[in-house]
């Protein structure tokens, strides 16, 4: 007798890891759900293996019965990449239980972690271990490595340590065909042929499952200050950056800027967290400084900076957070734009990255294109300008109502912002990806050969479009 799908994928994960819409009790709309609750999809089952061999297994039966596979980590991505679609035919890979610490190897710098390991709980493995991993960005505590790969996360603390793409040294995958790619190596140097690894960071699950990674950590600063600067304009936030990478050196481990709209929304549905200086400047920055000597080393040097950056005229007021707690505190008001912007109401969001020396201007020229266009249209500007990656979104007007906002402005004030970007020589997407949000619109701003190199990568790898249909490439 022949077994269905779902009864071979219960035999292969266990019955109680095989969730279906056949339990009316069984509420999948956690994995079917977008975290912005922008999509519902429909999925055929959740999936959720306990270790590689189990992906496997189950990718080699999908494939079998040309059953597409969404891969999902803490379905926590922004671009609708995660989710199944509406048809009900596709499961969904859930790989939340493969969450262990498989080695940590001091000598080398690095950590082996299962793909679904939440990324908080790796911050804290490396911590005990007396590393630093570094990424670092609002979903932490729900985000797993693998989605970080699989979107080439960036976070907050890329203008010292790079995206996630350069954190990784090595990765498990298991291909669409069911195969394994043994390539934890934790090698920092490897230049025997192509760059496979490089190749399906970043492809949000399109090229392979990926299983395991190992990752780069690094030694624990001796201090970390955090200061809170109002700015009086973006080109002085952009003069500001400037002297932090001159003052600072590598010890400028984080530059966010963020518009007065974008903190008002903070204020407005948190004001528990009491956001300072905000009401009387258009722009505030957030910097930090990690410090391998000492914490007054670093508190001289970001005295001396601001000092500087005042008499400059780039910063009118500031404040250094005194410990620990009150530096938390400033993190933790610039991580809930997100929510206060969510609470306010529907938006478009852009994940845009320009030149820095071209943000001022690109701000400038696009806010006026818009507000012509939208009439009182509210920007909510803010994100990592340190590595010239800005989330410029966009709220409907006070009091209009978001759905119809949304049915009637949200295609053309895509096309108006990365006609923009394009001719700023920017990107659309800077680090949440292309997921099926960006998908129409990438034909349109990608360099046509890179386009089809992608394509025939995409024909190669997994000819049947097992993974991931309809993101990135459509
Ligand atoms: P999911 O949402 O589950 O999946 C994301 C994509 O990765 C999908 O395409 C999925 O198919 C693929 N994928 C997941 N797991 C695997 C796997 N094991 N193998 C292959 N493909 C896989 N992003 C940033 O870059 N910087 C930020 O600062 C940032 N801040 C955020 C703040 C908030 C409040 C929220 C809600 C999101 C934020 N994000 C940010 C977006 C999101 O958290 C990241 O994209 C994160 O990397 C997604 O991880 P995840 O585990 O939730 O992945
Ligand atoms: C951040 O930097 C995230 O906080 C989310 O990338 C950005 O909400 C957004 O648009
Ligand atoms: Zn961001």
Request: glycine share 10%.
């Amino acid at each position: 007798m022949t077994m269905t799908l779902l009864e071979q994928l219960r035999h292969i994960c266990g019955p109680a890891n095989v969730l279906t819409h056949e339990d009316p009790a069984t509420d999948l709309s956690p994995w079917e759900q977008d975290w912005r609750k922008r999509v519902t999809g429909r999925a055929l089952a959740v999936v959720r293996p306990g270790d590689t061999a189990q992906v496997v297994a189950v990718v080699k039966t999908c494939a079998a019965h040309q059953t597409p596979i969404v891969p999902q980590g803490g379905n926590t991505g922004l671009v609708v990449g995660g989710v199944p679609d509406s048809s009900g035919t596709q499961i969904v890979l859930s790989m939340t239980r493969m969450n262990a610490v498989r080695a940590i190897d001091p000598a080398n710098l690095t950590i082996t972690v299962e793909a679904g390991c939440v990324l908080q709980n790796l911050q804290v493995a490396a911590d005990k271990a007396g590393f630093l991993f570094p990424l670092s960005l609002g979903a932490e505590g729900s985000c797993t490595i693998g989605g970080n790969l699989g979107t080439n996360a960036g976070g907050t603390q890329v203008v010292r340590y790079g995206n996630t793409r350069e954190l990784c040294l090595g990765l498990e995958v298991v291909t669409a065909q069911g195969e394994i790619w043994h390539g934890l190596s934790g090698l920092r140097k490897d230049n025997t042929g192509y760059d496979l690894r490089n190749l399906m960071i970043g492809s949000e699950g399109t090229l392979g499952i990926i299983t395991a990674a190992t990752m780069k950590l690094f030694p624990q600063p001796a201090a970390q200050l955090t200061a809170w600067a109002a700015v009086p304009s973006m080109e002085a936030a952009v003069q500001l950056l400037g002297l932090a990478h001159q003052r600072l050196g590598p010890g400028l481990t984080g530059f966010e800027v963020m518009g007065q709209f974008a903190l008002s929304l903070v204020d407005k549905h948190f004001p528990q967290l009491r956001v300072p200086l905000w009401q009387g400047t258009p722009w505030c920055v957030l910097l930090e400084n990690s410090d391998s000597e000492s914490e007054s080393h670093a508190r001289g040097q970001f005295e001396s900076l601001l000092e500087a950056a005042l008499e400059q005229g780039c910063v009118s007021d500031a404040v250094v957070a005194e410990n620990l707690t009150q530096a938390k505190s400033l993190w933790h008001i610039r991580e809930s734009i997100t929510m206060a912007q969510a609470q306010e109401g529907l938006n478009i969001k852009h994940d845009i990255s320009i030149p820095v020396s071209r943000i001022p201007a690109f701000v400038a020229e696009t806010d006026a294109l818009l507000a012509q266009n939208v009439p009182g249209v509210r920007m909510v500007d803010f994100g990592h300008l340190g590595d010239g990656n800005l989330h410029y979104n966009v709220q409907a007007p006070e009091g209009a109502d978001g759905s119809v906002f949304l049915r009637d402005f949200e295609d053309r004030v895509n096309t108006w912002v990365f006609d923009q970007v394009q001719r700023f020589g920017g990107s659309i997407s800077a680090e949440h990806g292309v997921g099926e949000q960006k998908v129409h619109k990438l034909p349109i701003y990608k360099d046509p050969t890179a386009l089809a190199m992608m394509r025939a990568v995409k024909q190669a790898l997994d000819p049947h479009k097992l993974l991931n249909p309809g993101r990135v490439l459509g």
